[in-house]
């Protein structure tokens, strides 16, 4: 399994190949957090948090990556796997990060719709 400190080194070299201007006004970086994080709408340990991307008057804007839901989840993947499951993740809390500056929201709709399929599926 890929260790947390392997994760940030991931994490790391994949944010060091994009372009400077994908980070302006992503003041708080990038976070690896240790632990895991389960949904809101959970109804048991199936839906978990892999990354956040948040914005607050008092900590400016930031993401957040929960390692330890990296682990429940994609825990026995190869290193290279685990690493474009990193990157996904990462990706796309850069996509929020960028609509949040252009003040578009068409990737906060379409989690939402994401998650009301996943929670008629799953029973919740």
């Avoid at 330890?68 to 990193?86: W, Y």
């Avoid at 609509?99 to 929670?119: P, T, V, Y």
Wanted: charged share 30%; aromatic share 8%; proline share 3%.
């Amino acid at each position: 399994m890929v260790t947390i400190d392997e994760a940030e080194a991931m994490l790391d070299e994949i944010a060091e190949s994009l372009p400077d201007e994908i980070f302006e006004r992503l003041n708080g970086g990038i976070i690896l957090r240790p632990e895991e994080k389960l949904s809101p709408h959970a109804t048991s340990n199936n839906l978990y948090i892999l990354g956040e991307y948040c914005s607050s008057k008092m900590l400016g804007r930031y993401i957040l990556i929960y390692y330890g839901s990296f682990a429940r989840i994609h825990g026995r993947l190869s290193p290279d796997d685990f690493r474009e499951q990193l990157k996904k993740t990462l990706y796309h809390e850069l996509t929020h990060h960028l609509e949040s500056l252009a003040g578009e929201k068409d990737l906060e709709i379409k989690d939402a719709e994401k998650l009301r399929e996943f929670l008629t599926e799953h029973g919740s």
